[in-house]
């Protein structure tokens, strides 16, 4: 239990091994502690859940920790992603949210992820007041339990469905009439997560051809990741191809990332999505803004695109939470991050799939073109680039040594090209001359680093690649 801490986005583990019902109560009860030390106690607390194994439980035995320590609970009363969860903590105006939640992660996995008042992630000084209150918890060992029925029955407990007011905002978000006019075939893959239903009944309405597959709960998730990467989604690329569909619309576990497919089954990356994104907002929706919010490894497409309408370019740490607050505090027109979170002003701090596979709909409807077809407007305006990700597993005793030499890295060249810029927000990147950068960050918990690249075609980054790979001894 001692090991418990909040990473990028709550806590994860194994089931049965780490992830227990006491080790799930003791974190409850700190988060409960949290509200109650910040006064926010008495607004209330909104538990959702997704579609893993136990989760349903694991919601009711927080739910029972919450109301024993007096807080009202809204409960959900079915699977609920977690950007619905965010939005009805939105809708109720309650203190925040308890979200049972593994997201993409292997089916053994199950999590817990705080969300406060604003309805976004928690930033690192909130988890680490709460993780402050689980040391406290874990040493004395009190945890506060009302039971179920005892909690209802004195009204601490009320189930709810946020699924229609979230998709009634979606509607507004949205321009479903656009969508009307199009007539397109959709095939939607909610990767038998709790997505399920929403982009279905949503798109449905707006006059699409949607067929639906891996709708159903499986908490094996049908024997692959939850994580709508492109080697994920071979049925989705499939049925797109076979079907002649315009799209193909995919969603994690909890449904908080997006995997899209273009016409002829051609998956598409979050970076290119990123951009299609932006520029649709600003060149079809004719939309104003100061500032595009990135991840310090999220592709630089995005600040070509903005400097051409004036807009500034916030670039935070990796982790959705530094996008949604930016997106908090900022006019911040979108926010997003190259491993599959998105969302826009007007919406939530939240990373969101189904408003990203929304819009991305709404792309192709106003375009009336692929989604390709865009991507080469938007190359003949901006030039091109090329993004990749690599993981390079190293030994424990390389890992410390590949740290030391990057706290001293400092090239004047990479791969022939000066440097430019050296930046230390989140790892270590250098910026080129010619527009190209890569980035090394280290995994918090592997033996693992982390190469993030762009350059202006293939053999360019490429060339990065190995030229960093050499510098690092990896």
């Known amino acids: 239990m001692a090991g418990i801490s909040f990473g990028t986005d709550g806590w994860r583990s194994i089931m049965a091994e780490d992830f227990t019902f006491s080790n799930l109560r003791a974190v409850v009860q700190a988060i409960a502690g949290y509200l109650l030390d910040e006064g926010q106690a008495s607004r209330g607390v909104v538990v959702g859940y997704d579609r893993r194994?136990?989760?349903?439980?694991?919601?009711?035995?927080?739910?029972?920790?919450?109301a024993g320590n007096g807080i009202p609970v809204l409960l959900t009363a079915e699977a609920t992603p977690t950007p619905v969860t965010a939005f009805a903590v939105k809708q109720h105006e309650t203190a925040g949210a308890v979200m049972l939640t593994?997201?993409?992660?292997?089916?053994?996995?199950?999590?817990?992820k705080f969300i406060p008042h604003y309805a976004g992630p928690a930033l690192p000084e909130t988890t680490k007041a709460i993780e402050a209150g689980l040391h406290r918890v874990l040493q004395n060992g009190?945890?506060?339990?009302?039971?179920?029925?005892?909690?209802?029955?004195?009204?601490?407990?009320?189930?709810?469905?946020?699924?229609?007011?979230?998709?009634?905002?979606?509607?507004?978000?949205?321009?479903?009439?656009?969508?009307?006019?199009?007539?397109?075939?959709?095939?939607?893959d909610p990767m038998f997560g709790a997505g399920s239903g929403y982009l279905e009944t949503l798109l449905g309405e707006a006059g699409c051809q949607v067929e639906a597959i891996h709708h159903q709960r499986d908490p094996l998730f049908g024997?692959?990741?939850?994580?709508?990467?492109?080697?994920?989604?071979?049925e989705l690329v499939g049925r797109v191809r076979e079907s002649g569909a315009h799209l193909g619309l995919a969603l994690d576990g909890d449904a908080d990332r997006f995997g899209i497919v273009d016409a002829g089954g051609v998956y598409l990356t979050a970076n290119q999505v990123l951009v299609l994104a932006l520029y649709h907002l600003l060149h079809r929706?004719?939309?104003?803004?100061?500032?595009?919010?990135?991840?310090?490894?999220?592709?630089?497409?995005?600040?070509?695109?903005?400097?051409?309408?004036g807009m500034d370019v916030q670039e935070t740490a990796v982790g959705f939470k530094y996008i949604g607050q930016s997106?908090?505090?900022?006019?911040?027109?979108l926010g997003g991050e190259e491993s599959g979170g998105m969302s826009i002003r007007g919406h939530l701090p939240e990373k969101d799939g189904i408003l990203a596979a929304a819009l991305m709909a709404e792309a192709v409807a106003v375009a009336g073109t692929t989604l390709a077809g865009v991507m080469v407007e938007i190359a003949g305006r901006f030039g091109t680039l090329v993004s990749k990700r690599l993981d390079l597993h190293v030994s424990p005793e390389d890992k410390q040594r590949v740290l030391n030499y990057l706290a001293e890295y400092r090239p004047v060249k990479v791969a022939g090209v000066p440097v430019l810029e050296r930046i230390n927000v989140d790892g270590t990147k250098v910026v080129m001359a010619d527009g190209s950068w890569a980035l090394v960050r280290p995994s918090g918990t592997e033996p693992l680093f982390r190469l993030y690249a762009e350059a202006k075609d293939h053999a360019r980054l490429a060339l990065i690649q190995q030229d960093l790979r050499q510098d690092l001894g990896i």
């Open 285 to 309: 929706r004719g939309w104003q803004g100061r500032v595009v919010a990135r991840t310090v490894a999220t592709t630089h497409m995005l600040d070509r695109i903005a400097e051409e309408y």
């Open 327 to 333: 997106l908090r505090e900022k006019d911040t027109v």
């Open 53 to 66: 194994f136990l989760s349903e439980h694991f919601a009711a035995a927080s739910a029972e920790v919450l």
């Open 223 to 234: 024997g692959r990741l939850p994580e709508p990467n492109e080697a994920n989604l071979p």
């Open 102 to 112: 593994a997201s993409h992660n292997p089916p053994e996995y199950n999590g817990i």
């Open 142 to 188: 009190r945890v506060r339990r009302l039971n179920m029925g005892e909690a209802e029955a004195q009204g601490l407990v009320k189930r709810i469905n946020p699924a229609g007011a979230y998709l009634d905002h979606l509607r507004q978000v949205v321009d479903m009439a656009a969508i009307r006019r199009a007539g397109l075939k959709v095939v939607v």
